[in-house]
């Protein structure tokens, strides 16, 4: 079926089938800052999801060293940590109630030192299966971007993590709309998988509408129209049909891998178009609650990056996000 601006959608649905996934067992809720309560709405996703993944909640904050005062007046900064590591730990209290209140098995910890550093450190310790995190902004030529601290999280954490986008701090936190997006990449596909399985369970603890979409483009497309009149009749047209054909094949298969079939409540969208441009837009069209996509493992300097589609989309749209790595 032909959708304008150049769209095709595809029906499909899943079927209650075992599926081999990595199932949520732990998750760890970050405060990076602790300046009185933990984000409501990050404490009430995360009760939310640990009671219907029947997991295993730790809430921890993670603070700054407090430097060595010098001068020439001596100051205990021993004094000013044992205040703080206080109003942390009421902090720390109320987050463990809450999750008494709900039946779930919670633990909490104060831990000092750089709190990415630490925190990536603890996602690897504890072998965490999710982090939900408060996403942190800021503004930069009018535009909102994700905060450094966020991105290095990404980039980092072997776990899948969890942004919640910024709302009202009253607003209900509702998973109603999920989209995951994919390539078709024959390197990329246990990942694109896994990101598939995981909006699939996600979906179902949450009875939400789940989409996918994959973009596609025709490599070479800004020359090969301009030299349309040197090339032989209909070329443009029949190449651009092969693509589309082998791009909803090799998405089709991924759907099939991770138990998604034609029919009930999940929809896939093949788009023609520039990735992170068509996923922002089709974001902000469904009203996505939450967006899952997929980073790349990397060594060295290139850690430091994400993927071009993956960081510009992070950055740009305004639901919640959920980005995980091929090696969890």
């Not at 996602?123 to 965490?128: D, G, L, S």
């Not at 029919?263 to 441009?277: D, P, W, Y």
Request: charged share 25%; aromatic share 4%.
């Amino acid at each position: 079926m032909f959708i304008p601006k150049k769209r095709i959608a595809i029906s499909i649905r899943y079927f209650g089938r075992n599926i081999a996934m990595q199932q949520i067992s732990e998750i760890l809720v970050p405060i990076i800052r602790a300046e009185a309560v933990c984000d409501p709405r990050q404490l009430s996703l995360s009760l939310q999801l640990a009671k219907t993944c029947n997991a295993h909640l730790t809430f921890m904050v993670f603070e700054e060293n407090i430097p060595q005062l010098v001068g020439p007046i001596p100051f205990d900064t021993s004094l000013l940590k044992k205040s703080r590591a206080q109003e942390c730990q009421v902090v720390l209290d109320a987050c463990l109630e809450q999750a008494e209140q709900e039946g779930l098995t919670a633990t909490a910890d104060l831990v000092w030192g750089n709190p990415i550093d630490c925190l990536i450190r603890e996602i690897q310790h504890r072998k965490v299966d999710l982090v939900v995190k408060s996403a942190e902004y800021h503004h930069f030529l009018g535009q909102r971007r994700l905060s450094g601290n966020d991105l290095n999280v990404l980039r980092l954490s072997v776990a899948p993590v969890l942004l919640l986008a910024e709302e009202q701090p009253d607003h209900p936190v509702t998973l109603k709309t999920l989209l995951v997006a994919v390539d078709t990449d024959p390197d990329n596909e246990l990942l694109n998988i896994r990101l598939l399985e995981l909006g699939r369970q996600l979906a179902e603890l949450q009875q939400a509408q789940l989409h996918a979409v994959h973009t596609w483009r025709l490599i070479g497309e800004d020359y090969m129209t301009r030299a349309r009149h040197h090339a032989p009749p209909n070329l443009h047209t029949q190449l651009e049909n092969v693509l589309k054909e082998d791009h909803m094949k090799r998405f089709q298969h991924l759907l099939s891998a991770a138990g998604l079939k034609h029919g009930e409540n999940v929809t896939a969208h093949l788009i023609r178009g520039r990735a992170s441009e068509e996923i922002c837009r089709l974001d902000e069209e469904l009203g996505v609650d939450l967006m899952i996509m997929g980073t790349h493992a990397r060594r060295g300097l290139e850690k430091f990056m994400i993927g071009n589609t993956a960081e510009n989309v992070a950055t740009s749209v305004k639901s919640s996000l959920l980005i995980a790595r091929p090696d969890h």
